[in-house]
């Protein structure tokens, strides 16, 4: 009897290719799925703005008006703006506030875009985009056919409800790993109900409507190889995906020595893995801990001092018109320090700006979601604290600062972590109905910190 034979095994897909099945299979439930929703998710740095802006021009190619549903007014002048860009003769409409400054002064000059306070006036255009929190406020005659939701993880299910009966069917498109939607006030009365308004819109729409066709964007073009499996494994174990880029594509050099101080010493292991940790000696302290305030400050001044240079695999084209790898300048512009808090974010411009330190990008993860940099500073959210609070375990809170770099994350962090994570075992009430969040703070905390000690360099002051 003859043995079975192995099946061959399909060759590997490239990253390109793979993003563009995906691509290609979410443009076609857009337009021709019968369900009334598609839900996209998407991990840091996989285009979700380039597929809004495509999915836009499908629709509109096809004859279909719509509307677009963004969180901030900054992520809308963004889109219309990458509109413009992709087709400048696209007619789309700016639907803002009445308060003066609401909308990027840059759109006044783009010709096929239309901005007003009001809905009337934008109405016959193909395109219209606008914040969740104007949208709520505005009534038409009869509802648009199809709309984009941006960034749907970050917008509460009562933000949902108040724009539903705009349109006919949407596109849900955001990140499952950054931070939950932000509420002012407690909601446990609510908490495991599927009608939850202090839940994102996505987690409630397929409560509601598990059938919904579900796609994923599977490369990362932001994370280089260094970061995309960690990131993946420690926020994304179910949708696990890689980065566009392998290993060598992207290169960090400095054009200075390092003079053997432990900065020095991260930023050379950043520079040549990726990832650096610079480790304060374990104590409890401030929030504002000013030593770790100092060690932030000093690692970016250093960055700059060192005359950085990134080189990805994006080519300039030379004036002989050949493609060129060449590298560029790290600049202030293309670093951010990422924080916890916002006395944190203050306490470090301030340091920096005694260092002669000014056009660095200083705020807390909130402010980062969305934003890339190609080398990212940060304070660890639990450095320095006697425990472990469930705003500083949330698992986005770190994904956010963990997946903002094309080149180099590099922590700076106090000893003694992964013991207080140890010693604080979750307190928050157990409630029916509610899902649970996989991984949860301590499981993405100590796979994050696992990986940093690989690339551990003590501070010593």
Not at 179 to 208: E, I, K, N, R
Not at 361 to 387: C, K
Not at 398 to 427: F, Q
């Amino acid at each position: 009897m003859t043995p079975p034979q192995p099946l061959p095994v399909p060759p590997p897909v490239d990253p390109a290719t793979a993003a563009a099945e995906a691509t290609a299979a979410i443009l076609h439930d857009t337009l021709h799925s019968p369900r009334r929703g598609v839900v996209v998710d998407s991990p840091p740095g996989a285009g979700k703005s380039t597929l809004v802006v495509r999915a836009a021009r499908e629709l509109a190619a096809a004859g279909r008006r719509l509307m677009i549903v963004a969180q901030t007014n900054a992520q809308v002048d963004d889109l219309v703006l990458r509109l413009a860009a992709k087709d400048p003769e696209l007619p789309v409409g700016r639907l803002h506030s009445s308060e003066p400054g609401a909308f990027d002064p840059a759109l006044a000059d783009l010709p096929a875009v239309r901005t007003s306070a009001k809905i009337a006036d934008l109405t016959a255009l193909d395109v219209v985009v606008s914040t969740a929190a104007k949208w709520a406020y505005t009534k038409v005659e009869e509802p648009w056919r199809h709309a984009i939701v941006d960034e749907a993880y970050q917008m509460r299910s009562d933000a949902l409800l108040s724009v539903a009966g705009l349109f006919e069917r949407a596109l849900f498109v955001g990140d499952p790993g950054q931070l939950d939607p932000f509420s002012v006030v407690g909601a446990d009365q609510w908490a495991g109900l599927s009608y939850d308004p202090s839940a994102s819109a996505v987690a409630t729409l397929l409560a509601h409507n598990p059938d919904l066709p579900q796609h994923r964007l599977p490369v990362s073009w932001r994370l280089p190889a260094s970061a995309a499996p960690l990131v993946s494994g420690a926020f994304y174990p179910y949708t696990p995906f890689r980065s566009g880029t392998g290993p060598g594509d992207r290169r960090l050099a400095f054009g200075v020595r390092g003079d053997g101080s432990a900065v020095d010493r991260v930023l050379d292991e950043a520079a040549e893995s990726g990832w650096g940790l610079l480790e304060l000696p374990a104590r409890h302290t401030p929030r504002t801990d000013p030593e770790a305030v100092r060690a932030v400050a000093g690692v970016v001044r250093r960055l700059l001092d060192r005359g950085g240079a990134a080189t990805s695999e994006l080519p300039q084209t030379s004036s002989g018109g050949t493609p060129m790898h060449r590298p560029e300048p790290l600049t202030a512009a293309r670093i951010a320090v990422g924080t916890a808090h916002r006395d944190q974010a203050a306490a470090v411009r301030a340091a920096l700006a005694g260092l002669g330190v000014t056009g660095v990008t200083v705020d807390t993860a909130n402010r980062l979601q969305g934003r890339e940099f190609d080398v990212t500073v940060v304070l660890h959210p639990l450095s320095g604290r006697p425990d472990a609070t469930a705003f500083h375990l949330e698992t986005g809170r770190l994904c956010v600062l963990a997946s903002r770099h094309r080149h180099a994350c590099i922590v700076v962090c106090r000893a003694g972590v992964t013991e207080l994570l140890d010693e604080h075992p979750a307190t928050e009430p157990v409630q029916l109905g509610v899902t649970v969040k996989f991984p949860d703070g301590w499981e993405a905390n100590h796979a994050v910190l696992a990986h940093l000690a690989e690339h551990r360099v003590a501070w010593r002051p």
